[in-house]
Each structure stands twice: as C-alpha cells, then as structure tokens.
C-alpha cells in the first residue's frame, strides 16, 4: 500500500525565539566532530584514489558548534515514496527513494526525538512549484508529472511518520539548495544556530547542495550518513565521499543522538 498523508502542513510557519542553552557537555560535542563513520564508499576507490586522499590530507574534522539545527530535507512522498524496493513503487512515485528512503527516515525520526527533549530547533525543506513558476533544476531533468510538485499536490507533504510539530519549521523551496531564494539564513541568524545537522533526501541533490551552501556561508555541518538516501548508490556514496572530503563532517547516527543529547539542559 502506498503510503498517504495524514494533514497538510502549514508552510507559512516561521522562526521561534532563540532557546536558552546551556554550555552542554564539551566532550560530547567533540567525540561528534572527531569520530569516524564507516566509510561506505570504499568500495568505489582505486589503490590510486586512496592514496590521493591520504597524500592530501582529505576528510578532516572541521568540528562542531555548540548551537546546532537539525533540518530534515524534503522528505516528502514525491521523494520518499513508498516502504517499498524502489522500482516497485515508481508506477506512483516516480522519483520516490522507496525502501531506502524510508530507512533514512526511521533514523531520523529517531534524532527528531533527541532534538527535541534536547529543545534543540528543527528545520524541515519542501521541494516545491508555485504555480507561477514553470520550471525547477530538478523538474527540467526529468519527465515525471510537474504537477505533483505543487505546494498544495498530494505528493508534496511531508511524510506522516516524522510530521513537523507546532513548534518545527517548515521552509519551502523550489531549488537544490535550502539557501537559494529563502529566509533560512535569517532563521539560523535569530536563532544563533552555528551548526547544521543534515538528514533527508537526496544525497546527491538537495542534502548535499544544502551542506555545500551552509559551509559556504560559514556554518559548521554534520552530514548524517544513515539518515540520508538516494535514488542511485553509486550517487549516495560518492556524494558522502565528496561531502568528507572536503566540505562537511559525515557522522553516524549513533554520534549525531550522543551530540545532539549533549545539547540538553541540566
């Protein structure tokens, strides 16, 4: 059965007021900025590629703040799909990540709980088409129907198993990046956010677009590698690989609940 939601979400939602925080346990904070996550690209590098990596120095920790985010990018069904293998469920959800979509959100569902005991903020992203606007950069690259892509279409809510709460808030877009034609640097501003916990879909498009842009523009990011999908494999490995080598942390989900955990007051 595929799955269908529950309510509209109101994308009218807008920044709370600054939390008060507290210092938090630093050692917390490191062990998230420092441990290592299972490389799961490997098996895509040669010896020479390796070596490369190694000779240069990639994949250093740039470390992580002590005001964190946590966004959730785009799950929504036209991305999500259904809890299915993906080819089984394209005849309704072209472009949905099906199975492994869905595996990303269950993790993250579980650091949205964290988040919020830990009243740390959450963002999510909505891919989606005003009906002014006639084309996207991911629309113009495939043939699936536009229209499931408009902001009040079935397919552009957010899944209901990790539905916002009244406090969350939701940012529509109609590119990649969660930066580009948006408020959300005024958002992180006001809420004195220096760091980026990134889950959602796709790996390769609006998860990695959105982490490039934040580092670009100053933030500290960690990447969640089991809380983010793709359609493609090959895609989702070589986005992380690309993402530690030289722009973001990719931690595991293990490492994001221990930091985001430390963020809660006494």
């Known amino acids: 059965m595929s799955p269908g939601p529950d309510r509209e979400t109101d994308s009218s939602s807008g920044p709370s007021r600054p939390r008060e ?35 240069a120095g990639y994949g250093k920790s740039r470390g992580l703040g002590d005001s964190p985010m946590l966004m959730v990018i785009d799950c929504q069904y036209n991305y999500i799909g259904a809890d299915e293998p993906i080819l089984d469920q394209q005849d309704r959800w072209p472009a949905g990540g099906g199975a492994g979509a ?10 949205l709980e964290d988040a919020r005991q830990a009243a740390v ?14 084309f996207d950069s991911f629309a113009g690259k495939s043939t699936w129907n536009k ?6 279409a ?16 939701i940012l ?12 959300l640097v005024t958002y992180l501003v006001g809420l004195g956010v220096d760091t980026l916990v990134i889950t959602g879909v796709s790996t390769s498009g609006c998860v990695r677009a959105t982490a490039v842009d934040a580092v670009t523009r100053g933030f500290k990011v960690a990447v969640v590698a089991d809380a983010v999908a793709d359609r493609i494999v090959a895609s989702h490995k070589i986005a992380l ?9 990719v ?13 809660a007051g006494p």
């Open 251 to 263: 931690i595991d989900s293990e490492t994001a609940r221990e930091y985001l955990q430390s963020q």
């Open 172 to 183: 529509d877009k109609s590119y990649a990046s969660a930066f580009f034609g948006t408020p």
């Open 154 to 169: 079935e397919g552009s809510r957010i899944v209901a198993a990790i539905e916002p709460h009244d406090e969350d808030l």
């Open 241 to 249: 690989l690309d993402m530690w080598m030289k722009y973001t942390d």
């Open 147 to 152: 229209r499931a892509t408009l902001d009040d």
């Open 21 to 55: 925080r507290s210092n938090g346990d630093a050692r917390h904070v490191r062990a998230a900025s420092t441990m290592s996550v299972t490389k799961i690209w490997d098996d895509l590098l040669l010896p020479t590629d390796r070596q490369v990596i190694e000779n």
């Open 121 to 134: 903020p959450v963002l999510y992203t909505r891919n989606v088409q005003k009906r002014t606007v006639k």
């Open 102 to 111: 869905w595996a990303a959100v269950r993790v993250a569902d579980t650091l």
